[in-house]
């Protein structure tokens, strides 16, 4: 039997090379969608940890600040505690290059004196001048490469306000230690961070190894007991579902989009094998009459189908990789951005990953096959043997299919509605719903529209009454395209409704002319305005009035968030919180007395409300603030605080501006007065934007989020246009009767040709009819629960006309295009190939 | 003056596989001329080439060697576009097996032609009911064609070879799919309708008492024929 199905396979191979291929490239787009977004996903996590690990090395507990540092004497309390083998401190400062704006390093400040063994100490770069030379650094040789620094090379980097000289002292290859560590990570003295960079007398983290037969909990209760509330102790693995948590939604998100392309492949793969098994049914009834069992016909149909999900899997994962790589920066760009997470440096394939790519090529190949395979292999050899159709079983099927999609539609909405709107991953179960009833409710809807048709002449009305001729073979190629049709327009209408949002949200919040802070300001807290400058900016011609705004990095739920103190009774400032509910003023009162407003996306992911009592933990330890408002804010899915900057200073005690935001006199231009501060302060380093340049960046980044689901979407689009070729080169050479018939009362090539075209424009018509209907149901999804439960934000309702049109119009380009070929097939047709079946 | 043959052979050869050592000759120079109007039955036994010789005369395929003229105009020497015209305007085709398309109700497969050729739609539903008419299957025009007997599924494809009122009607063992009652009844059919629109009938057949209706009968006997 293996000897008849390697013969058989490649003569299949050799008779329909176009079918096989088309075959395979759905099966390898699927597979690459899926590993692309598993690389990327799995190794933002892995940069996360890689850099600790490059510097750390392996440890068994860590001590975190519950905001950001802790005082650097609770360090000879951990190493006092029983159970504690050894233990080191950290300080993790980003730095900017002084030339380079937005070009961090990530600095790690290390005891180099430490007995401990940290894992780059075993390097041969020279550690003796770290703690003598002021500004010593060691940085990865492929860092200097890329900035042409060698051994002594001085560089300039600013922290804050602070512009400080360092020194290239050694070569360090954290990647040998840990390949995902990334190429900007450098290490220092930790008294000369310190001093140089962050604050005295303060850490980020003590790593601690374990002595022997010490218990874990037991060892972390005595540390919690002795070092008190102001710190945090966690595993590394704690550590990585922190970092794994605070991505976890776009992650998730990711992942679900990817699997529909997967979903879409399916049905290509379904179409392909079904194609396939009705064309070779004679050839069954001979193996079924020669004695080859139902099983070995099963195995052999089944063999074929692995063979092809196998080469698919081969071809998907280096496409994967590649658009992972493709996309690295983007996403990476993203992470910092909104998550102020490590960038990903470079990419790694763990096994995992091909054990995922094979099983979801294979898998999904063989789920595709199987019920056509069960169907053939359970048919004897008589019906085989003899002409028979399955478009007369799948019409009569149309209609209780259809129902069964109605089904499935209403029980889903019925149980979120009762039931399941509490549990978080509801909203992926309703868009499931969505895209399962698709396929169902297909057959029963071609039938209608194109049963119904009265054909008037041999043009495109024809076309689309054919369709419903073929309905096993067409509702399957239109399933698989309104599903992808439906991703890619659901997705653009909540992309659309949700910039829309954001631009209303920027015009009514971003008011100032300009706006100040130090380059580190986004990851640091500690990177501040000098008071001088404040004032002298403040005093600056054509200033009107300046908005302070001071940052502290509180912990809620063990969870850090911004809490940002503003002068609320800025004339005109209010505009700065629009708010979700209650009277402006009367918040305003209530916040002037020691209320705090929160972000709308911290408000639904903790259930608080006006009225609440909202507990933090700050450096006075523990506190309370009463909820006077909830605002809109689109800056952070995690949320954010906002409170009085004199309250807070009454709170926390005078501090340093983060951030300043100009308002200039009416005929002031902005850009001008950018240039005018830039030449009055050439050395500090300052990020200075004009209101029209924030809202270009805060639209960069909302764009640059977007960009890989916009590759995910065209993937899935690319599968089922896929699909539709073969569904019609499926049609060419199964219809070949038909088409010789057409030939012989009188049809031209062209006119053939056109016949075919009009097939792919009709599937794709009907495919955009339902992807749109399905597109909208699932952008209410997106918007209205998955977006609410996962991200916390309200996105208004807008139809981004343009868009929307584009893309459709690309969409029936793509079906139009994708029935070039086999048109072009179906109309070398001879009429002589008029033969007794297949026009059944 | 003699009128233009409606269908002229001459010397027509048809080999398959010509290159290889087993090529097989379909038709052996046949040779002949059949005039407007008259009725000819082509008898022979199977693989004798009485498919191969309607082909060739529907310009479906050309001949290896030869000459086929349809009212003097040579098939081999036009394009293919040229010769799928000269199909839809002069030549009118019954097969076997029908060859009708589940997807299109009565009318709309009696229209198909009408449909190819582009005509006003309202000229040939006219003409479609007229033959539905005289075939007696008006009252099932919008009816299915799965819902048909055989014999009635063959007078449908009477009155669609017929639509476009063709000069030369070719079919291909019309009755080979019927019963013998259903065979008399549409091979009669056929033969009054032929007559009724004046078309040049050629026919292919097994049964002698069927070919005996034709006013001659040929008999093709390894791709040669003879005319008797």
Redesign the interface.
């Known amino acids: 039997m293996i000897r008849y199905f390697l013969a058989a396979w490649i003569a299949h191979l050799r008779k329909a090379p176009s079918l096989f291929l088309l075959t395979v490239l759905g099966v390898a787009l699927g597979v690459a969608s899926v590993v692309a977004i598993q690389i990327i996903n799995q190794n933002a996590i892995g940069a996360f940890s890689a850099g600790i690990k490059a510097v750390s090395g392996e440890v068994d507990l860590t001590v975190l600040g519950q905001t950001t540092t802790f005082p650097e004497e609770l360090y000879s309390q951990v190493l006092a505690t029983e159970g504690v083998a050894a233990a080191w401190p950290l300080y993790q400062i980003d730095v900017a290059l002084a030339d380079r704006d937005s070009f961090f390093l990530q600095v790690f400040g290390v005891d180099l004196l430490s007995q401990v063994r940290l894992p780059f100490n075993s390097s041969p770069a020279d550690f003796s001048q770290a703690l003598f030379e002021p500004g010593w650094i060691a940085v990865t040789p492929s860092l200097a490469l890329e900035m042409g620094w060698s051994i002594g090379d001085p560089i300039v980097v600013t922290s804050g306000m602070r512009r400080v000289q360092l020194v290239i002292g050694a070569l360090v290859d954290f990647q040998k230690v840990s390949p995902l560590a990334s190429r900007k990570l450098a290490v220092m003295d930790i008294a000369q961070v310190q001093g140089l960079l962050g604050s005295s007398g303060r850490i980020h983290q003590i790593d601690i190894q374990i002595q022997e037969e010490t218990h874990t909990e037991e060892l972390i209760l005595r540390l919690e007991n002795r070092l008190g509330p102001s710190v945090q102790i966690v595993t590394p693995r704690q550590r990585e579902q922190q970092a794994a948590a605070l991505m976890g939604a776009f992650r998730l998100n990711l992942t679900a989009l990817s699997w529909i392309s997967l979903f879409v492949g399916l049905f290509l793969i379904y179409t392909s094998t079904q194609a396939s098994l009705l064309r070779r049914r004679l050839e069954f009834g001979l193996l079924r009459s020669v004695g080859a069992t139902r099983a070995q016909v099963f195995g052999l149909i089944l063999g074929e189908v692995s063979l092809l999900g196998l080469l698919g899997v081969i071809l998907g994962l280096p496409m994967g990789y590649w658009v992972a790589q493709s996309n690295v920066e983007m996403v990476s760009a993203t992470l910092t951005n909104l998550y102020l997470l490590q960038e990903i440096d470079s990419l790694q394939l763990s096994p995992s990953l091909y054990v995922l790519a094979a099983g979801i090529g294979l898998g999904g190949a063989i789920t595709g096959a199987l019920f056509p395979a069960i169907d053939i292999s359970r048919k004897n050899s008589k019906d085989l043997l003899t002409a028979f159709t399955l478009h007369e079983k799948s019409n009569s099927l149309a209609l209780p299919v259809f129902g069964m999609g109605w089904l499935v539609l209403i029980l889903t909405a019925l149980w979120f509605w009762f039931l399941g709107h509490s549990w978080k991953p509801a909203g992926f179960v309703l868009a499931v719903a969505v895209l399962v009833s698709l396929p169902l409710l297909t057959p029963f809807l071609i039938q209608q529209i194109c049963g119904r048709i009265k054909t008037r002449g041999f043009g495109l009305g024809y076309s689309l009454k054919s369709l419903a001729a073929r309905l096993q073979t067409t509702s399957f190629a239109v399933s698989s395209l309104a599903i992808a049709v439906s991703m890619l327009l659901g997705i653009t209408l909540m992309i659309g409704s949700f910039r829309r949002t954001v631009e209303v949200w920027v015009q009514t919040t971003v008011q100032a002319d300009i706006y100040l802070t130090t380059p580190s300001w986004r990851a640091e807290p500690e990177a501040t305005l000098d008071g001088e400058l404040v004032s002298a900016l403040a005093g600056h011609p054509g200033v009107v009035s300046v908005d302070r705004l001071r940052r502290l990095l509180v912990s809620i739920d063990n969870k850090r968030i911004s809490l940002v103190g503003v002068d609320m009774d800025l004339s005109g400032g209010q505009s700065r919180f629009p708010l979700l509910t209650g009277d402006r003023m009367e918040v305003l009162g209530d916040v002037q007395q020691g209320g705090v407003l929160i972000s709308e996306p911290l408000a639904r992911k903790s259930e608080l409300d006006v009225g609440d009592l909202l507990q933090v933990y700050a450096g006075p330890g523990k506190l309370e603030f009463p909820i006077a408002g909830i605002y809109y804010d689109y800056t952070s899915e995690l949320g954010s605080v906002a409170m009085d900057l004199s309250v807070m200073g009454e709170i926390f005690g005078p501090g340093p501006i983060n951030s300043l935001s100009l308002y200039l006199e009416e005929d002031r231009d902005p850009e001008r007065v950018v240039d005018e501060i830039k030449a009055r302060f050439p050395d500090i380093p300052l990020q200075i934007r004009s209101n029209q340049r924030l809202r270009e960046e805060i639209f960069e980044i909302f764009d640059q989020t977007f960009a890989v689901v916009r590759i995910l979407q065209m993937m899935s689009l690319l599968i089922a246009v896929c699909g539709i070729m073969l569904t019609l080169l499926v049609l060419a050479r199964e219809r070949v009767s038909e088409l010789a018939l057409y030939q012989a009362l009188g049809a031209s090539r062209l006119q053939i040709f056109r016949l075919f075209v009009g097939k792919g424009l009709g599937m794709g018509l009907i495919a955009l009819g339902l992807g749109s209907a399905g597109g909208t149901v699932l952008a209410a999804i997106l918007i209205f629960v998955i977006n609410r439960t996962y991200f916390g934000w309200t996105i208004q309702v807008y139809w981004p006309g343009w868009p929307v049109l584009q893309q459709l119009a690309t969409i029936l380009t793509a079906a139009l295009l994708a029935s070039l070929y086999p048109a072009l097939r179906a109309s070398k047709t001879p009429a002589a190939e008029l033969s007794r079946d297949d026009l059944q | 003056m003699t009128a233009t043959p409606a269908l002229t052979f001459r010397l027509v050869s048809k080999v398959y596989d010509a290159s290889s050592r087993e090529s097989r000759f379909a038709l052996r120079e046949v040779s002949f001329d059949i005039p407007p109007g008259l009725k000819v039955a082509i008898v022979g036994r199977s693989g004798s080439g009485k498919s191969t010789l309607l082909?060739l005369a529907?310009g479906?395929?050309v001949p290896t060697q030869g000459e086929v003229s349809i009212r003097g105009r040579n098939l081999a020497a036009l394009s293919?576009?040229a010769r799928?015209?000269v199909?839809?305007?002069e030549i009118g085709?019954v097969?076997?097996?029908f060859?009708?398309?589940?997807?299109?109700s009565v009318r709309?497969n009696v229209?198909?032609?009408g449909?190819?050729?582009?005509e006003g739609?309202s000229e040939f539903e006219e003409r479609a009911s007229e033959l539905l008419e005289e075939v007696g299957l008006l009252d099932r025009a919008e009816d299915n064609i799965q819902e048909l007997s055989g014999g009635e599924m063959q007078r449908v494809a009477i009155c669609?070879s017929l639509l476009r009122k063709p000069r030369l009607l070719l079919a291909d063992e019309p009755t080979g799919n019927l019963d013998d009652a259903n065979s008399g009844l549409v091979m009669n059919l056929m033969l009054k309708l032929a007559s009724k629109e004046g078309n040049t009938l050629v026919y292919v057949t097994h049964s002698a008492e069927l070919a005996s209706l034709a006013d001659e009968v040929w008999r093709l006997q390894s791709g040669v024929l003879n005319p008797s």
Request: aromatic share 12%; proline share 6%.
């Open positions: 082909h529907a479906i395929d293919d576009r799928t015209l199909r839809r305007q085709l097969f076997q097996f060859y009708l398309l589940p997807h299109l709309e229209c198909l032609p449909f190819i050729a582009g739609v669609r």
